[in-house]
Structures are given as C-alpha cells and as structure tokens.
C-alpha cells in the first residue's frame, strides 16, 4: 500500500512540476522555476522510497512515466489550452492500457 501511495505522490508531484515547467517561462520568472526543482525534487524522493519499499523498478517507472504523461497531456490542455490530436489522444490511450496491462501481470510491491 505505502509503495503505491508513494508513487501517486511522485505522479503529483512530478506533474506539477512540469506545468510549473511551462509556468516559468525559461526559468524567467522566480516561484514558479522555484516550484520546478521543488516538484522534481519530491517526485524523485517519492518514487526512491516507493522503490526501496518494494516497488519494482520496471513496474514503478512505467507507471511514474506512463501516467505522468497522461496527466501532464490534460493539464496543458485544461491549463493552457493546448490542443490534442486524435493521433495523440490514441497514443494516451495506448500508454493506459500499457500502465493497466504492466499492473495485471506483474507485481507492484
């Protein structure tokens, strides 16, 4: 439960971090580019504990990567307005079924 748990908040944290990313504008603007590393920081902490209580490397990055994609792809839509194609809205569709498949034939820890 706790590797899990760790993982989501590495997700969350990763995700924001990306969209302060975009939010720093080339690191021109302080808190957000503060926010960043702050982001990052915590996701890699957070996906070195989930890893270190059981996580499986494979298991944990595929959906640390898998799904922080999907999230970061809705949030520069909601946030920002970006637009997604039907290529590309196939393609988050593709890597969920990955992170669904990864997590039905494997363990998680």
């Given at each position: 439960?706790?590797?899990?748990?760790?993982?989501?908040?590495?997700?969350?944290?990763?995700?924001?971090?990306?969209?302060?990313?975009?939010?720093?504008?080339?690191?021109?603007?302080?808190?957000?580019?503060?926010?960043?590393?702050?982001?990052?920081?915590?996701?890699?902490?957070?996906?070195?504990?989930?890893?270190?209580?059981?996580?499986?490397?494979?298991?944990?990055?595929?959906?640390?990567?898998?799904?922080?994609?999907?999230?970061?792809?809705?949030?520069?839509?909601?946030?920002f307005d970006e637009h997604?194609?039907?290529?590309?809205?196939?393609?988050?569709?593709?890597?969920?079924?990955?992170?669904?498949l990864i997590?039905?034939?494997?363990?998680?820890?």
């Amino acid at each position: 439960m706790y590797p899990l748990l760790l993982l989501l908040v590495a997700i969350v944290a990763e995700v924001a971090a990306t969209v302060m990313l975009k939010s720093a504008d080339g690191f021109s603007r302080l808190v957000p580019s503060i926010l960043v590393f702050v982001g990052y920081a915590t996701s890699y902490i957070a996906l070195g504990f989930a890893l270190k209580l059981g996580l499986n490397l494979g298991t944990g990055y595929a959906m640390w990567a898998g799904l922080g994609a999907l999230a970061a792809a809705v949030a520069g839509t909601v946030l920002f307005d970006e637009h997604l194609t039907h290529t590309a809205i196939f393609g988050i569709v593709l890597v969920l079924a990955g992170v669904l498949l990864i997590n039905l034939t494997g363990p998680t820890g």
